[in-house]
C-alpha cells in the first residue's frame, strides 16, 4: 500500500480527504489516533462521516484517552465551569465518534476500541466497556498491528517542509518502526495546527513520510486545553512526602493532576526553602525516619511517558537540570493547559530541545540499549496515583469491582516493574486516605478489593496524606502494620479488626500512639507554617482562573464538602441569611438576582460557605 518516494497529497478540505483515504485502502479502514491530543479530529470525523452515511465502509477506530470537556453534575457546577469550560475548551472540535458512541449508537459498520479513558467519561457507556482493551500502554502498538491497521492520523507541527510528531510520538514511532521493518503497511497521514510546537527530536520528520497532509485556515483549532486543578492540603502533604523520596541526581516519572502539583512544588519548596521543608515534614511526620532534604546540587531527570506541565516548571526552578544526551526530560506524550502549549511554542529552540519527545517503547521499557537507560535511570522515582489500596498492598487505579474502568492501566504497571526492574528506583504510589466527607467519608484504604491493577507482589512505597508505607519485601504482617500507620483514624479500628480476624495480624496488636491522630485537622496543622509563607498556593503553577473564579474556588470547596451532610447544608443556608451578600460571586454564578426558590436556596448556601 505505501511506497516510499511517493508524493504526499495536499488536502483543506477534510471530505476530499476522506475520499482519497478510501480510494487508497479501500473500503474497510482500520483507523488508529493517537492517545490524548494528538488526534487528528477533522481526518476522524470525516472518515466517521463517510461510514455513517454509507453502510458499505467499515471503519475500525483504534484510540485512547478520547478527550471531552467535562461534563457538569449539578446546575451550580455548570455555572461556575460553564465560562470556564467555554474559554479554555471552547473551539476545540468534538470528535464525532464520542458522542454517537455515548449514547449507544454506533452502527454495526462501525467499531470503536480504546485502551484507556478519560477518567470517569465512559462509566456509563455500555457499548465502550464492552470494547475496552485492558493493555500496557507498550503493547498497545502491537495491538493496533494486529488488527490490521491502515491509517494513522496524528495531529502535527509545521515548519517548512519539516513535519514535528509534537506531542504524540508515543506510538506513532513505535509503529513506523513497525512499518520500516516490514511488518506494518498503513497510511501516515499528518492535520497541521499551529498552536502546536515544533518539538525537535526522534519525532521531526520529512514531508515523505507521510500519505497525506491536511492544512488550512479552516481546519485550524484550539488545542484541548484542561484547566489546572486547585490543589488540596492532602495532596500538599502527599507532595512533600513524596518530594523526600527523590535522591539529588535521581531520575523522575509523574503524570498529571493535582497530586503531581504538589509533587513539583514541595521539590522546589525543598530546593529553594530547604529549612521550610525539612520542618514541614517533621510536622507531618514527627519521628520520621531521616530522608531527602537537601536541594538539587546535581538535579533530576525525568523519563517520563507524559511530560506534564508542572515539569517544565521544575527545570524553570532549576531541579530538572541532570542530562541525558543533553535532554533534561525524555517522554511519550504531553497535554496540559494552555500556556504550557505556549510556553513550549515561543521558548527559544535550544532550550526546546532539552525535551525530547521519544517512542513509548523506549521511555516504559528497559529493553533495547538497556545498558544506557540503566545508567541513565539511577535513583528513579516512579510516581503514580491510585484510586484505592488493599491492606495487604494490592494497587487499584482504573476500574471498580462490578468489571466497570474508569480510565485504564496506561503506563503504570510498566513503571512499577521498571521499579524493580533498576537497582535503586522505587515505585511511589500516591492516593488520598478518604474519599467523600462528612457521613458520605470512606476509606480508600481497603482490606480487600474484587478489581486490582498492580497485584501485591509488586507492592512498594504507599503515600497518603498522613505519611510513607514502605511495602517492598516485607511480610504481609508488616504491610498490613505500615498501611494502619497512613490510614485515616477513623477507619483504622474496624480495619484492624478484620486483619486480626483473619489471622494476619496479633490479635494484641495496637496501632502506635503515633499514628492514631490521622485527622485533617493535624494535616492542616502540620502546614500551616508553610501555607502562611506562600510556599503552597492552591494553583502553584498558573491558573486559567480569573480572581472572583479565585475567590469561589475555596467557598465552593466547602460547600461540595458539606453537601454529604444534611444538617450542614442546613446550616450554611442559615449562615447565608445573615451572611456576607458576596455580590460579584454571586453575579458570576448568575445568583445575584434570583427568580426560584431553587435558585434563592442556592445562593444561601454559596453564602453562608463564604461566611466565616
Request: net charge neutral; charged share 20%.
Amino acid at each position: 500500500m505505501v511506497q516510499t518516494g511517493e508524493m504526499t497529497a495536499n488536502f483543506t478540505d477534510p471530505d476530499l480527504l476522506a475520499q482519497a483515504i478510501i480510494d487508497k485502502v479501500g473500503r474497510k479502514v482500520v483507523l488508529g489516533l493517537p492517545l490524548g491530543l494528538g488526534k487528528a479530529n477533522h481526518v476522524a470525523n470525516a472518515l466517521f462521516a463517510r461510514a455513517m452515511a454509507d453502510p458499505s465502509i467499515h471503519l475500525h477506530v483504534f484510540s485512547a484517552l478520547t478527550l471531552e470537556p467535562p461534563r457538569p453534575k449539578s446546575d451550580l457546577e455548570a455555572r461556575f465551569l460553564g465560562p470556564i469550560i467555554a474559554r479554555t475548551m471552547g473551539g476545540y472540535p468534538a470528535l464525532a465518534y464520542a458522542e454517537v458512541q455515548r449514547r449507544d449508537a454506533l452502527p454495526g459498520n462501525i467499531q470503536v476500541d480504546e485502551f484507556f479513558f478519560q477518567a470517569g467519561t465512559r462509566l456509563g457507556v455500555e457499548s465502550a466497556q464492552r470494547s475496552y482493551i485492558s493493555a500496557n500502554y507498550t503493547h498497545a502498538a502491537r495491538y493496533l498491528m494486529d488488527r490490521g491497521v491502515n491509517v494513522l492520523a496524528q495531529l502535527v507541527a509545521r515548519e517548512g517542509d519539516r513535519y514535528s510528531l509534537s506531542c504524540n510520538t508515543d506510538i506513532t514511532l513505535d509503529l513506523l518502526a513497525a512499518r520500516k521493518a516490514g511488518r506494518a503497511d498503513f497510511l501516515l497521514v499528518g492535520q497541521v495546527n499551529d498552536e502546536l510546537p515544533f518539538m525537535p527530536g526522534d519525532g521531526d520528520l520529512p514531508r515523505e513520510a507521510f500519505s497525506h497532509v491536511l492544512d488550512g485556515e479552516a481546519v485550524q483549532f484550539p488545542l484541548f486545553a484542561p484547566p489546572k486543578e486547585p490543589v488540596s492540603e492532602a495532596h500538599y502533604a502527599i507532595g512533600f512526602h513524596a518530594a523526600s523520596l527523590v535522591p539529588d541526581g535521581g531520575t523522575l516519572q509523574m503524570g498529571i493532576g493535582s497530586i503531581s502539583d504538589a509533587v513539583a512544588q514541595a521539590l522546589i519548596v525543598r530546593h529553594r526553602h530547604t529549612g521550610a521543608f525539612r520542618e514541614t515534614l517533621e510536622r507531618l511526620s514527627p519521628g520520621a525516619a531521616p530522608r531527602h532534604v537537601e536541594p538539587f546540587e546535581h538535579g533530576l531527570y525525568a523519563a517520563t511517558e507524559m511530560f506534564v506541565d508542572c515539569l517544565l516548571d521544575l527545570w524553570k526552578a532549576g531541579v530538572l537540570k541532570r542530562e541525558i544526551e543533553g535532554a533534561v526530560l525524555h517522554g511519550g506524550f504531553f497535554l496540559g493547559p494552555r500556556a504550557f502549549y505556549t510556553a513550549l511554542r515561543e521558548m527559544p529552540r535550544e532550550d526546546r530541545a532539552k525535551f525530547q519527545m521519544k517512542a513509548i517503547s523506549g521511555i516504559n521499557e528497559l529493553y533495547g540499549d538497556e545498558d544506557a537507560k540503566r545508567a541513565a535511570r539511577v535513583g528513579g522515582r516512579f510516581i503514580n496515583t491510585a484510586m484505592m489500596v488493599t491492606l495487604l498492598g494490592a494497587v487499584v487505579s482504573d476500574g471498580l469491582e462490578d468489571g466497570r474502568v474508569v480510565s485504564g492501566v496506561g503506563g503504570q504497571y510498566n513503571f512499577v516493574a521498571q521499579a524493580f526492574a533498576l537497582d535503586d528506583a522505587q515505585s511511589v504510589i500516591t492516593l488520598d486516605a478518604v474519599r467523600g466527607a462528612g457521613p458520605k467519608a470512606a476509606s480508600n484504604v481497603l482490606w480487600s478489593y474484587g478489581h486490582g491493577t498492580i497485584p501485591r507482589h509488586l507492592r512498594d512505597i504507599v503515600i497518603t496524606e498522613y505519611g510513607v508505607a514502605d511495602l517492598r519485601g516485607r511480610t504481609d504482617r508488616d504491610v498490613i502494620a505500615a498501611l494502619l500507620n497512613v490510614t485515616d483514624t477513623r477507619f483504622q479500628g474496624p480495619l484492624l479488626d478484620t486483619a486480626k480476624a483473619a489471622g494476619k495480624i496479633e490479635r494484641d496488636y495496637a496501632i502506635p500512639a503515633a499514628f492514631r491522630d490521622n485527622t485533617p485537622e493535624r494535616v492542616s496543622a502540620a502546614l500551616a507554617s508553610v501555607k502562611a509563607a506562600g510556599l503552597t498556593p492552591a494553583l502553584p503553577f498558573g491558573s486559567d482562573f480569573d480572581s472572583q473564579e479565585l475567590a469561589l474556588l475555596p467557598v465552593l470547596g466547602r460547600l461540595k464538602a458539606a453537601q454529604a451532610d444534611p444538617s450542614a447544608m442546613v446550616a450554611l443556608a442559615w449562615k447565608g441569611l445573615r451572611g456576607d451578600p458576596l455580590v460579584s460571586g454571586l453575579r458570576r454564578l448568575g445568583l445575584d438576582r434570583p427568580r426560584t426558590p431553587r435558585e434563592y436556596l442556592t445562593a444561601l448556601v454559596v453564602r453562608g460557605a463564604a461566611t466565616p
